[in-house]
Every structure is written in structure tokens, then in C-alpha cells.
């Protein structure tokens, strides 16, 4: 017989709000240690390279328990998933929190890491849960809080850092993940909807393994030497298993990632604008706060303190937070397409203006506020077309899938950004800088990126496209149904469970 459905939530106007404060808080914890990075080798006897692995070890776990927390979302509850993710982000932040020993930080770095997997689980819910006019604008708020929480958090932890014992910072964060598990207890109601099916462990193992493989060689690269025995070897396993690995998957009766699905022109796009718009965005938060930090005798640098470089950003962080609900409007009123086509349009004119406005204080900042408003209409497009393309059954794998291509993009950005900046300098002041033209050729790199979401949101099927080409095919193939679990037997893997269904993005009911 159908699943139970449980009672509907006695704070309805709240899961918003609720769920957008767990992602702004993910994605704080992903940004949290970014000033406290110089000081790190001092604080705990260890090596710079060492230190390193605390923004490292997130991005890998971050990358791995992302798509594989979604698919489970989808399986076994996502209410029941997220309060698992927030419950490991806050032991992540207790074990930093009592320690210096790097090996413990960087083990508790790597538990907050799995958070990530909060925000496609958020929008996942959103999707089951609200009626259908309300879904564009709360999607668009939960997809830019990962922008808006790093744009506020780095000013944040510089001001801690600068004031506090560090280990404030983490128990900080502690408290937070806390009060995000009270909250989602006390407001966010389970969803009756599941796949049904079995979990694909070899799935989840294979896409583990070529992502560790993959980032590990685009983040480690630069410092083992993009031909080293070390990084060849990593890129070849990821290319081995990734092809044995999309073999599986096609023939799982269950997959982990259903690439039939993902191989659609819809969706395979909007994964590709996903990760393009994540590089770019993550190259203004990299570029910005080193180079006003850079000292004057450089001749551009601003010699501006930690706290200072962070609270540049800060402009564009609460820009993020108002066009968020511009971009559900234009999404709503033009479609997503013509969404994150704009929005991948004015990230190249900031950087444009980057380019040429990086002498003074206040266009350095008007140049990333500009930035970051592009990306708040991107990021609130992406789950809006995401939606749109995947059956209600896959709603928080893709997702995932999704937000991992966007960390893809920025592992990607962190290794062009730190390649050019090291092989592009001058001596200046008796130490070795970066030159001003190092950092305009960031700013043209990006904007290439930029320019590159752009074309790949104008190659997107229409609306008018997409309703022809008929509904999403189910993780078990195109004549797979969705809907009640039959009172005869079991439903068959794919199939949604319970009798409440939620309309894709865009839709009426």
C-alpha cells in the first residue's frame, strides 16, 4: 500500500527560510579556514603544503557524498539525510574545535566537506513541499546561498580570526550545526515521496574513486608538476574507472547516476553551465581578497588587512541575496534559459570592468559586486533547469550532480588561478609578486568562462523543445512508470513512492 504520508509542517512559511540558513551555513563551513590559511603551519608545527588540505579535503568530500547524499535523499528521506549531513558538519566542527594536530583538523575539515550535499537536499524538498507558485523563488534563494554564504563568511572568519583564539571560529560553527539540526527537527517535515530500488554500491564506489582520482590531480598538479608520475597516474585511474564505472551505470537496473538521463541535451548542458559558472565565480572570491592584499610596493596592491580583503566581498554577497528572487521572476516570466544566458552575460561584463578598473579600491569592489550578481542569476537558474529535465524521482541526484559540477568548476579555477599567479610574477619590495598583468589574465580567463556559459545556455532546448520531447526517462529506462506503489507488489526501481506529487520547476498543476 502507498507510503504514510506524515503530517504537513505547523510552520509552513518557515522551511524556507529554515533551509536557506542550513545552506548559508555549508557554505560558510567551505570557506571558514580560507584567512586562518597563513597562520596554519605556525598554529600547528606543520608544513604550508599541509595546511593546504584544509580547503583540499573538503572540495574531494564535498565532491564524493554530494551526488551520493542526494541519490540517498531521493531513496530513504531527504529530511532524514540532511539531519545525517548536519549532524556529521557539526562532529566536523567539535573535532577542529578541540584540537591542533593538522591530521585531526584536516579529518574534521573532511566531515564538514560532506555537508555540501544540504543545499541539493534543500531544493530537493522545496520541490516536494511548497505549491508550485512558490518553488521558482525558493530554489533560486537556496541555490545562491552557496555564493551569499561565502561572500559573508570570509569577512566573518577574518574578523574572528583577527580577534579570537581560532578554535572560537570552529566551536562557532559547532553551535551553528547545532541550532540547523534543532531547526530542521522542530519546522521541515519529511517528504512521502522515495525511489524505489536498491542502493548501487559499486555505483557510489566507482563515482567515489574517479572523483578522488580527477581532483586530486587538478588540485595537487601545480605542486607535483602537471607531468609528474604522481598526477599522470591519478588522471589515468580517473579515466579508467570513470569509463568502467559509465558501463555499470548503463546497466544497473538501479544506477547511482541515471546517465541516460544526464546524457540529455537538457541536462547534460546545464551540468556543462554549471561547471563554467562555477569557475568563474570562485576566480572574483580567489582574485579579489589576495590582490588587495597585495602590498603597495607592487604597485597595485592595496597592502589591505585580512579583514578588509574579506569584507570586499561582502557588497556582492547581499547582492546575491536581493537578485536571488529577481532571477525566480525572470525565470518564471522568460524561462531559466533566458535566466542563466543573463546572468552568465553579466559575469563577463564584471569582468570586463574588472579588467580594466583594478587601480582603485572601490571599482576592484564594484567589479565583484557586479560578478557576483551575474552569479546569483546563474546559480538561481541552474536548479530551475535541472528540475525541468529529471523526473521527481532523480530531483535530488541531479541536483547533486549538479552542485558537484559547480565544485568541479572551482577546483578547476583554483588550479588555473594559482598556476598563473605563481608563473606570472616580478620582483617587488625584495620579495617575488604576482605582476598586475597576471591578474588581468585571471580576469580574461574567467570572462572566457563567462563567455562559454553563455553559449552553452543558448544552445539549451526551449520550453517549447522540451514539452516535446516528453517526460524524463526513470533510472530504469524510457517505459518505466512514476506514480503510487502498486496494491499487487513492489514498485519497480525508479518508481516514486507515495501518493503526493510535485510539479517540476516552471509548471502548473
Partial sequence: MPAEIPPASAHPRLIVPVLAFCGAVVAVMQTLVVPLLPHVPGLTGSSPAAAGWLVTITLLTGAVFTPVLGRAGDMYGKRRVLLASLGVLTAG?????????????????????????????????????????????????????????????????????????????????AGLGLLDCLLVLWIVPESPLRTAGRFDVPGTLGLAVTLVALLLAITQGADWGWTSPRTLALLASALVVGALWGRYELRTGSPMVDLRVSARPAV?????????????????????????????????????????????????????????????RLSA?????????????????????????????????????????????????????????????????????????????QACCSAVVA????????????????????????????????????????????????????????????????????????????TVVGTKSAPAAGEST
Fill in 93 to 173: 566542527s567539535v573535532m577542529c574545535a578541540v584540537t591542533s594536530d593538522i591530521g585531526w583538523l584536516i579529518g574534521g575539515r573532511g566531515l564538514q566537506g560532506t555537508a555540501l550535499a544540504v543545499i541539493p537536499l534543500g531544493i530537493s524538498i522545496i520541490r516536494d513541499e511548497l505549491p508550485p507558485e512558490r518553488v521558482l523563488p525558493s530554489v533560486a534563494l537556496m541555490s545562491s546561498t552557496l555564493g551569499i554564504g561565502a561572500a559573508i563568511g570570509l569577512p566573518v572568519a577574518a574578523l574572528v580570526v583577527e580577534n579570537f583564539n581560532w578554535h572560537a571560529m570552529f566551536w562557532a560553527s
Fill in 268 to 328: 547534460l548542458l546545464t551540468h556543462l553551465a554549471a561547471l563554467l559558472i562555477g569557475f568563474a565565480f570562485y576566480a572574483n572570491s580567489l582574485v579579489t581578497a589576495q590582490m588587495v592584499q597585495e602590498p603597495t610596493s607592487t604597485g597595485y596592491g592595496r597592502g589591505a588587512s585580512i579583514v578588509v580583503s574579506g569584507l570586499c566581498l561582502l557588497p556582492g554577497g547581499l547582492a546575491m541575496v536581493v537578485l536571488s528572487p529577481v532571477s525566480a
Fill in 333 to 409: 516570466t522568460y524561462g531559466p534559459r533566458a535566466a542563466l544566458a543573463l546572468g552568465a552575460a553579466v559575469m563577463t561584463c564584471g569582468y570586463a570592468l574588472r579588467f580594466f578598473t583594478s587601480h582603485a579600491l572601490w571599482l576592484i569592489v564594484s567589479g565583484a559586486t557586479v560578478v557576483a550578481c551575474g552569479t546569483a542569476l546563474a546559480y538561481s537558474a541552474l536548479p530551475a533547469l535541472v528540475m525541468r529535465a529529471v523526473p521527481v524521482s532523480e530531483t535530488g541526484a541531479a541536483n547533486g550532480l549538479n552542485t558537484l559540477m559547480r565544485s568541479v568548476g
Fill in 419 to 494: 598556476a598563473v599567479l605563481a608563473h606570472v610574477t616580478f620582483l617587488a619590495g625584495g620579495r617575488v609578486a604576482p605582476t598586475l598583468h597576471a591578474y588581468l589574465l585571471v580576469f580574461l580567463i574567467a570572462a572566457g568562462a563567462s563567455l562559454s556559459a553563455l553559449a552553452t545556455a543558448l544552445c539549451l532546448p526551449s520550453r517549447r523543445s522540451a514539452r516535446a520531447a516528453g517526460p524524463a526517462p526513470s533510472a530504469t529506462g524510457p517505459h518505466s512508470s512514476a506514480g503510487p506503489v502498486p496494491a499487487d507488489g513492489p514498485a519497480p526501481a525508479g
